[in-house]
């Protein structure tokens, strides 16, 4: 592989003179540069990336074992190594697809019991007094759904959904106020149901019901791989959704994670949405890696960040209902792919994940799209964008929508020269020092990459077609590498230390033993305290 990386390396400094816009002298490029799923199509071509470069990008896919690691995850191996565990998050949508064994035992039978019981359940709620329905979850139980939640407003024939997620009083407080506890529904969603924000946020949800008339007996459900924890907390097994440790919590939306998005738009519509999941991952399996949409989606990715450098991805959906994906991909990408070691243990030999960050346009251009076009950092970006809206009497809004994310990809790729600037400035009356130095600041380098990815309309099939398409992106980056993309050793050091200052910022224990810094700062909080 190395030979591959470092092909890889000579070829973008061979290129590095050359302009995206030099690219499109070869008329089929659009083309060739491009690749169509159904409804679906992500278009490359305004990347630097040639026939040459892409057939490198391709051989390292297939140094680094890319296809076998694939059907060991599909397979149910346990891919997750440094925690024991397969894969599987993708037998949650495979609704018509065949057996899945973990341990030799198929997974299949239990994955259709459970959707069973959750549709059952979606019915029965959408079918009741319930008005409000609050999810209670942090990171990946909660990320997913609340990003779904808002991405399929238009389908949404359910009740009202809200999700607290943060341990601050803030968010409960908010969010809790208005609602009436004798009509809503509490789901505690945590794979572990130990995370203290979700547990604190479970018991304060409680105590409110109880204080304003509702019963927690009856109106309280859980989503976790921990039965036993569930009915510690006195939560009814017929309100437990189960599922098991082989689906880790980022990927878990497509199963009982989900449950607030299947009682919000129904269980048709959420079956849409496994469809989609579903028909992204046989894509996955079977396309030729030259035109498998996720296999070519990380090749870009390792293209910018661990060839060209550039350490960071905007994510932007021009499409207000997906302004919650950027967060979602911040904890898949960046939990997934944010390691600094290899399986075997040892230093990886390159930068893993980039930093991902974004917004909705048009919000972002009057915003960050500034740095973006004429910072000196070059952020490659990830637009997204319908061909249609869901409001045909607001169709003129939509194509200002269209054209404004068409326009920042052109213009990111074309920019603007000093004699173009030049020219505008003499056209305004200016000349001399005065015309050269405003025509400066005028100046965009261009060149700056980007791919789009178009589909007709943000209905469910397709919201499950995106997200399972950067899963996949992620698991193909992560093994090319050579890292496990499925484990998150990087955030317990943060909750143990929580752990130990708790008795600390309470004043019932010193903070002996601690920094100065910290120290100090226990000791602003306690001299300030209310
Ligand atoms: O942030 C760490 C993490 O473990 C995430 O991976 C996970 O999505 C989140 O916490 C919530 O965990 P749980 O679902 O167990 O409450």
Not at 212 to 220: E, K, Y
Not at 367 to 380: E, S
Request: aromatic residues 6%; proline residues 5%; charged residues 20%.
């Amino acid at each position: 592989m190395k030979d591959i990386w470092n092909k890889l390396k000579t070829r973008a400094d061979a290129v590095s003179d050359r302009t995206l816009l030099d690219l499109f002298g070869d008329r089929g490029r659009a083309e060739d540069f491009s690749v169509t799923l159904e409804n679906l199509h992500f278009d490359y071509a305004k990347t630097n990336i040639d026939g040459e470069t892409r057939a490198d990008l391709l051989a390292l896919a297939e140094a680094a074992g890319v296809a076998a690691r694939r059907s060991a995850m599909f397979d149910g191996a346990p891919i997750n190594e440094t925690e024991g565990r397969a894969v599987l998050h993708t037998a949650l949508r495979n609704l018509d697809g065949g057996p899945v064994p973990v341990d030799g035992q198929d997974v299949m039978p239990g994955v259709h019991e459970t959707l069973a019981r959750m549709r059952a359940y979606s019915d029965e709620v959408r079918g009741s007094a319930i008005t409000d329905v609050v999810n209670i979850g942090i990171g990946g139980s909660d990320l997913g759904p609340a990003m779904a939640v808002a991405a399929l407003a238009p389908y949404h024939d359910g009740p009202r959904c809200h999700f607290v997620s943060n341990v601050d009083g803030a968010h409960i407080a908010d969010t809790l106020r208005g609602l009436d506890a004798r009509t809503t529904l509490v789901i505690v969603a945590s794979k572990t149901f130990t995370t203290i924000e979700t547990m604190t946020n479970a018991r304060t949800a409680r105590a409110w019901m109880t204080d304003h008339g509702g019963d927690p007996a009856r109106q309280f459900a859980a989503l976790s791989t921990a039965g036993d924890k569930t009915a510690q907390f006195g939560i009814d097994p017929a309100r437990v959704f189960g599922f098991e440790d082989w689906v880790g919590g980022r990927y878990s939306m497509w199963g009982p994670i989900g449950l607030a998005v299947m009682i919000a738009i129904g269980p048709r519509a959420f079956d849409a949405f496994l469809r989609g999941g579903q028909a992204m991952d046989r894509h996955f399996r079977s396309a030729d890696p030259s035109e498998n949409m996720p296999v070519l989606l990380a090749l870009v990715g390792i293209w910018h960040n661990q060839v060209l450098g550039h350490a960071t991805r905007a994510v932007l959906p021009y499409d207000q209902r997906l302004r919650m994906l950027p967060d979602y991909l911040q904890q898949l990408e960046m939990e997934s792919n944010g390691k600094s070691v290899c399986m075997d243990g040892a230093g990886v030999a390159h930068h893993t994940g980039p930093v991902v960050w974004g917004a909705a346009g048009t919000n972002g251009q009057h915003a960050f799209y500034q740095l973006i076009h004429q910072g000196t950092r070059i952020v490659p970006c990830e637009f997204l964008v319908a061909a249609n809206g869901h409001e045909p009497e607001l169709a003129h809004h939509h194509q200002l929508l269209l054209a404004n994310c068409l326009a920042q990809s052109e213009a990111l790729m074309r920019g603007r020269s000093l004699d173009e600037a030049r020219r505008r400035m003499a056209a305004k009356g200016l000349s001399g020092d005065e015309l050269e130095r405003q025509a400066r600041h005028r100046v965009f380098p261009g060149n700056r990459p980007s791919t789009t990815l178009i589909y007709p309309l943000l209905d469910p099939f397709t919201l499950g077609q995106i997200i399972a398409l950067y899963e996949h992106r992620v698991f193909v980056e992560g093994v090319i590498l050579g890292i496990n993309s499925f484990d998150q050793w990087g955030v317990e050091l943060g909750k143990e230390l929580a752990t130990s200052l708790q008795p600390i910022v309470e004043g019932t224990e010193p903070a002996a033993g601690k920094d100065g810094s910290t120290a100090a700062l226990v000791d602003y909080a306690l001299k300030h305290r209310t």
